[in-house]
Antibody, heavy 113, light 106 residues
Framework: EVQVVESGGGLVQPGGSLRLSCVTSGFSFSSDWMSWVRQAPGKGLEWVANIREDGSAKYYVDSVKGRFTISRDNAKNSLYLQMGSLRADDTAVYYC??????WGQGTLVTVSS | DIQMTQSPSSLTASIGDRVNITCRASQGIRKELGWYQQKPGQAPKRLIYAASSLQSGVPSRFSGSGSGTEFTLTISSLQPEDFATYYCLQHNNYFSFGQGTKLEIK
């Protein structure tokens, strides 16, 4: 059975930092591109970042470049998103997803003072 | 960046109806497109990958077609559990989603 479980969300003040984690099992994590996708309250889906299977390439949506860093640990079947200089418009549910279509249930990040 | 234009943004239909949802890419993406269904409070679920391949476990009333810049998701006979929001996602050049189509019951 495939499992994708995000954690690390919470309430953070503007300008603060947060690190999201995603632990997976049941599929070949080390062979898959992985992504973070977010969804602001009541809004559509927005791709945030991608990382190649071996971590050698990373891509970001313009709005998070220089503030967010995606990384992975294939030995732990885990994906991460380090988020910094957080803004109110980063408030969203953040999903971890694989190129094969597996999604977690998401973790909520709220940026507010 | 590739822009995905999805239409309609909302759709009202009845049980048993056939519905089509369209995504148009701002440049050619071959068949590198998937369709997702999302119900309130749930994560998206992939229905179709590679534009026309049915995800395992998804009912056969769902189908996808198209390549290049024009893509269509078809639901052949709407069932009560199909009322949800649908998104297309291209992965030819980074990722980008369509704006979503909210399918509501008439």
């Amino acid at each position: 059975e495939v499992q994708v479980v995000e954690s690390g969300g919470g309430l953070v003040q503007p300008g603060g930092s947060l690190r999201l984690s995603c632990v997976t099992s049941g599929f070949s994590f080390s062979s898959d591109w992985m992504s973070w996708v977010r969804q602001a309250p009541g809004k559509g889906l927005e791709w945030v970042a991608n990382i190649r299977e071996d971590g050698s390439a990373k891509y970001y949506v313009d709005s998070v470049k220089g503030r967010f860093t995606i990384s992975r640990d294939n030995a732990k079947n885990s994906l991460y998103l380090q988020m910094g200089s957080l803004r109110a418009d980063d408030t969203a549910v953040y999903y971890c997803t694989s190129v094969d279509g597996y999604w977690g249930q998401g973790t909520l990040v709220t940026v507010s003072s | 960046d590739i822009q995905m234009t999805q239409s309609p943004s909302s759709l009202t239909a009845s049980i048993g109806d056939r519905v089509n949802i369209t995504c148009r890419a701002s440049q050619g993406i071959r068949k590198e497109l998937g369709w997702y269904q999302q119900k309130p409070g749930q994560a998206p679920k992939r229905l179709i990958y590679a534009a026309s391949s049915l995800q395992s476990g998804v009912p056969s009333r769902f189908s996808g077609s198209g390549s290049g810049t024009e893509f269509t998701l078809t639901i052949s006979s709407l069932q009560p559990e199909d009322f949800a929001t649908y998104y297309c996602l291209q992965h030819n050049n980074y990722f980008s989603f369509g704006q979503g189509t909210k399918l509501e019951i008439k």
